[in-house]
């Protein structure tokens, strides 16, 4: 091992989470402020941390409401003393008892878009819950779309039979905003998706319904967005931590990129200027970064200090297996690196490497477990 | 729920990875009972099933060898009683400490590929291990060239001078017959890759090396070739579960496939035919199958009796997000599918799908563990 690193660096074994606390609370701090000089509510979306420890630096910001994709991350942060929370998913009839549960627990908010969904959440619910409709915009992952406001009307008046729901607002992801370049356009894309669900709320209000809030966010817009327009509160996720993705759309710098996977060099391909890391899909997850005809799994930085290098230059994850890692490197750099170094993968996608790791390790040693290190419920 | 099924079925309650053990039973005996019959090794990959319950119906077929691809499920599986096992990956230098552990307690392989690790192990392991040569016969994921016959004496003749170190052959994994379609591309890659290996094998046997072993196996050619020639063991791993990529291959049928992942419907999309269920990229992971200039990641069957069907012509996982698998269903099925209801997602790639999922439920309502649910070491 010739790599010069620090006293954290020399202690790795095999794939590590690696978190800059630091530049995670900058991430958080800005968007909060940003959020707080527009009058939004920001209801930061946990599912990209997943972790209590990490909660607590938004509510050090202020941050009393959160979103969360699923009814165990909604059960671990309401343990977390979490007491505003959107699940952010359709509602799954299945979990209907827990539920039932957290709706006597905490001020939970769900997100419906069918008739049978209310129906059914109307007849078993017996504490107040909020509902969100999930709109459409053009994402076409799911929600009812923005252009059948009769729809929507239809489905207000539906919740006004049930006394324990709540029609809070609209609610939309504009997912498409991943697969834009730079900030014009997903700002085009932020305005159109704007435009259609408020076009959704007049429609509501047209018919008489009142007070419908509005809530959007993804990381794109969010980050690059100078000004959110008429909405209530804003839900990104993804921008804490950022990634390879939101690189490549132009939504964060690389020294905003918050958390990169620490991996052993297990072996050195110079007649291809590729080396292969202890670090593949079981701990990346095999989410990609598509750039034209291309795709790859990551970017490369070096160890430096206690803490990481820029991306170098030409340097990509070229593919995943289970455990390995296949990176180039461009000839400049390639004679550096030797087998037993580690290289620094900044990821994909954020998100998914969190899941799949479980844990982090800050930049002062200190290990942060999330809600897949705790013992099942 | 208008879905008519058995009463496991209708105790999902969110993705849930199903196990049909007779057909994963089946498979193990097949290929158990080939590689018998050619008097070859079965030294099965425990990756794809990591789970110790399921390393006993291997045991049962007189299987005594084994493949694992991390120093953690060297241990797991040694802790399960098992003595001759291969770490098929590169040597990991920053795991040092525990490979010379695991040498001392069980027959432990390893996989070596430069003179820098063989080096490395030779100065510090004190009990004996195993060396394979990694060849590469073409598939460039890590390896020795095949084509390049000296550095294998070269490396051979630096073996020699450590006493704990003991060669017992060349090992290849021809994973490019992954991308081939049919027994007869398949078998081409095959004999293409064995040529190859043998090769090697002659170069070091002409220059003194005796008893050189020969390991392949990767599970399109282990299932589909007739013969597996001149070669001393077998060691494939996903051929046990199979899964749409292995399908796709044209490795399996489809009742030969041995996990689904059951998922629960969540909204229905019928203007363009899709729905969207409860198991995302955290549950079937992200990896996809390429048919063409299409990709997919997954695909589907409904429910039947205690089982699921076969896969729905023209079904398949459009997309996945977090969450969220958004799933193509055809007009003439759609009908059939209600929010509620279960689909079963036959996933692009088992083994990543067992690594993110942790457990398998059987369809007798047994929970079967793997390496992921057991408390870390």
Redesign the interface.
């Known amino acids: 091992?010739t790599q010069t690193t620090s006293g954290m660096f020399d202690r790795?074994?095999?794939p590590t989470l690696l978190l800059n606390s630091a530049i995670a609370q900058e991430n958080i701090h800005r968007i909060a402020i940003k959020a707080r000089e527009q009058g939004v509510r920001f209801r930061p979306h946990f599912?990209t941390h997943q972790s209590a420890v990490i909660g607590e630096w938004f509510r050090s910001e202020g941050v009393t409401a959160i979103t969360v994709?699923?009814?165990e991350m909604a059960q671990y942060f309401a343990q977390a003393g979490w007491y505003d929370i959107t699940l952010a998913?359709?509602?799954?009839?299945?979990?209907i008892e827990?539920l039932g549960v957290l709706s006597r627990q905490i001020r939970l908010g769900l997100l419906v878009?069918?008739p049978?969904?209310v129906q059914?959440l109307g007849e078993r619910l017996d504490s107040p819950v909020d509902l969100w409709f999930k709109v459409d915009t053009g994402n076409?992952?799911?929600?009812l779309?923005w252009d059948q406001p009769a729809a929507f009307c239809q489905l207000a008046a539906q919740v006004f039979n049930y006394s324990n729901l709540h029609l809070r607002g609209l609610l939309t992801h504009a997912?498409n905003t991943y697969n834009a370049r730079g900030a014009v356009q997903v700002c085009q894309l932020y305005l159109q998706s704007l435009d259609r669900i408020i076009a959704v709320q007049r429609a509501l209000e047209g018919a008489g319904f009142r007070g419908i809030q509005i809530s959007v966010g993804d990381t794109p817009s969010t980050s690059l967005c100078p000004t959110f327009g008429p909405v209530d509160e804003i839900r990104p996720g993804n921008f804490i931590f950022y990634d390879a993705q939101m690189l490549n759309v132009g939504a964060c710098t690389s020294n905003q990129i918050a958390v990169t996977l620490a991996c052993?060099v297990?072996?050195?391909?110079p007649?291809?200027s590729e080396v292969?890391v202890?670090g593949g899909?079981?701990h990346l997850?095999?989410?990609?970064v598509r750039e034209g005809d291309q795709m790859h799994y990551g970017l490369v930085a070096l160890p430096q200090g206690d803490g990481w290098s820029a991306p170098l230059p030409g340097a990509w994850v070229r593919?995943l297996?289970?455990?390995?890692g296949?990176i180039h490197i461009p000839p400049e750099d390639f004679s550096r690196i030797?087998?037993?170094d580690i290289l620094s993968i900044l990821p994909a996608h954020s998100?998914?490497t969190v899941?799949?790791m479980g844990e982090y390790l800050t930049l002062q040693g200190e290990v942060i477990p999330t809600l897949n290190r705790q013992p099942m419920a």
Chains 1, 2 share one sequence.
């Open positions: 091992m790795i074994q095999r599912k994709s699923s009814v998913f359709p509602v799954n009839w299945r979990q827990s878009e069918s049978e969904t059914f076409h992952r799911t929600g779309p997912g052993p297990v072996a050195s391909h007649e291809r292969v202890y899909a079981i997850s095999k989410d990609f593919s297996s289970q455990e390995h296949m030797r087998v037993g998100c998914l899941q799949v």
